[in-house]
């Protein structure tokens, strides 16, 4: 026998419930395996403090209580009527529609930016090459106001080498 099926049948054991060849197995076993004598140990010592463990007594007049109690609940019927039933209706749903609505505009949008409409895609397909390019540029294009500023005819020299130096 192993220490996993002993294991699974020490409260048997300690019970008085196993007779004949499991019994004085399970009795040898325990003599041997140190670890499932402490197992054994383990349990009686539980059945122990359980058989110290003093009840409490409910009050004489709990059950009365309890039944009282179950007897006043409101079904559930009653709650759904009492939550959806006449009273000042604005008061109550208005929060929750205006609530519904911006969660649809605001899921709305987010679908279309994720997936831009089918015409968009062939727009893109009759661009030329050179459209492309401009369209890449854009970013260059936006920061216009950058571009402004510079003056041209100082900064010629600087800008014509920076094309040398992203070439190196």
Aim: aromatic share 8%; glycine share 4%; net charge negative.
């Amino acid at each position: 026998m192993n220490c996993n099926d002993l294991k699974n049948m020490i409260s048997a054991y300690m019970d008085g419930e196993l007779k004949g060849p499991e019994h004085h197995l399970i009795k040898k076993h325990l003599a041997t395996c140190r670890s499932c004598r402490k197992e054994a140990e383990n349990q009686e010592n539980i059945w122990q403090l359980l058989g110290e463990y003093e009840g409490i007594d409910p009050s004489p007049d709990y059950a009365e209580r309890f039944w009282n109690r179950v007897e006043n609940r409101s079904s559930w019927r009653e709650k759904i009527r009492s939550i959806f039933g006449p009273g000042d209706m604005r008061s109550r749903w208005v929060p929750a529609v205006g609530l519904a609505c911006v969660l649809i505009v605001v899921s709305t949008i987010a679908i279309r930016l994720q997936f831009p409409p089918p015409e968009l895609n062939n727009v893109i397909a009759s661009l030329s090459e050179i459209d492309l390019d401009m369209v890449a540029s854009v970013d260059i294009l936006e920061d216009y106001e950058i571009i402004q500023e510079i003056d041209f005819f100082s900064d010629l020299e600087f800008i014509e080498r920076l094309d040398q130096l992203g070439a190196s």
